[in-house]
């Protein structure tokens, strides 16, 4: 079982940036994040596996910036340039292994607000 927690949501203006981070209770072959709007579906932001390639949803890309401290066993997420629409819950979530198989974990989520 993998615990994480996430911090660094809060409420920001269109343009500013904000920098999440999610803290492991253990190591994870890929860290990533998701998102979710009210009355929408969660949605994919960003995915990084140790080794491989780095991902973004396209309505991040250029925006976000998705980094990990594997000693720490932490990844983060630089939010640039944000918009209205980029308000959601964030949560993070871990994959233990590379296999198919492996269990995913999630955080409980932290709320990020773009208003003017």
């Known amino acids: 079982q993998v615990q994480l927690v996430e911090s660094g949501g809060g409420l920001v203006q269109p343009g500013e940036s904000l920098r999440l981070s999610c803290v492991a209770s253990g190591s994870a072959f890929s860290m990533g994040w998701y998102r979710q709007a009210p009355g929408k579906q969660r949605e994919w932001v960003a995915t990084?596996?140790?080794?491989?390639?780095?991902r973004y949803a396209d309505s991040v890309k250029g925006r976000f910036t998705i980094s990990r401290d594997n000693a720490k066993n932490t990844v983060y997420l630089q939010m640039s340039s944000l918009k209205l629409e980029d308000t959601a819950v964030y949560y993070c979530?871990?994959?233990?292994?590379?296999?198919?198989?492996?269990?995913?974990?999630w955080g409980q989520g932290t709320q990020v607000t773009v208003s003017s």
């Open positions: 990084m596996p140790n080794g491989g390639r780095i």
């Open positions: 979530y871990a994959k233990r292994f590379i296999s198919d198989t492996s269990p995913v974990y």
